[in-house]
């Protein structure tokens, strides 16, 4: 399986220059051969919790239906950050598509106390093609998280965050020992530039079952890694 994952500096607040950003990467992932790609945390607004009542959107924003178009044409999964309205308050969630399927929805479960203000937490944990676990920033630092995904059935974990200097130092001593452990394949997708009252630090990276560091970003760049799950192969590319 050829998993790709973004670094991207999304423009604040900017829903349709957001997508327009996704969709080149998607399309360069396509042709790379990535049968999916998944996007840092609130990728389509940026990491913005004051605004984000402003910007939640319904699962079903007809905005998105290039990405359903795209995933359907070129047969990849799709995920992409956003907040999305719930019937009691708005989520940080993962908008999934995949080709010909219905749009699902993954929540972040746990939440930092900072998002308490502005989120509220989702409830239930899913897997993509019965493998793959989304978790969203905070909890991917939580152990309780990647071994209930495990407990599901889990394969691989895939880390979409917004994370300073800071965080990128917590994940890169915590994500080894959860591969390690659950021999599991890691994945996390930061994005780049200033969030909210931070600077994100990019450095997206994979890890191996063994929880051997392969590949990363610097805390500058913008494009796409492809991580192949057999024969650990990666394809970079910068945008």
């Not at 746990?110 to 998002?115: A, N, S, V, W, Y």
């Not at 915590?174 to 009252?197: F, I, Q, R, W």
């Amino acid at each position: 399986m050829n998993i790709a994952i973004a670094q991207i500096k999304p423009v604040k607040g900017d829903i349709p220059a957001n997508i327009e950003k996704h969709i080149t990467f998607i399309n360069l992932a396509a042709v790379l051969k990535a049968d999916s790609i998944f996007f840092p945390e609130l990728s389509l607004t940026g990491y913005e919790p004051e605004l984000s009542k402003n910007l939640a959107v319904d699962i079903n924003d007809n905005r998105f239906d290039e990405f359903q178009e795209l995933s359907d044409l070129k047969s990849i999964a799709i995920g992409v950050g956003v907040p999305t309205v719930n019937k009691t308050g708005i989520r940080i969630s993962m908008i999934i598509f995949q080709s010909k399927q219905p749009r699902t929805i993954y929540s972040k479960q746990q939440l930092h106390e900072d998002e308490f203000p502005y989120f509220e937490s989702g409830n239930q944990q899913i897997l993509i093609n019965q493998k793959i676990a989304p978790a969203i920033c905070y909890e991917s630092l939580q152990i309780n998280h990647a071994e209930k995904a495990v407990d599901q059935g889990a394969q691989i974990y895939i880390a979409s965050v917004a994370k300073s200097q800071n965080g990128i130092n917590k994940a890169y001593e915590h994500y080894p020992k959860v591969a390690k452990k659950y021999k599991m394949t890691v994945l996390m997708s930061n994005c780049v530039g200033e969030c909210d009252n931070f600077v994100s630090a990019g450095f997206s990276s994979v890890w191996n079952k063994e929880g051997k560091l392969i590949t990363h970003f610097n805390n500058e760049q913008e494009g796409i890694i492809i991580f192949n799950t057999e024969t650990e192969k990666v394809t970079k590319q910068t945008i």
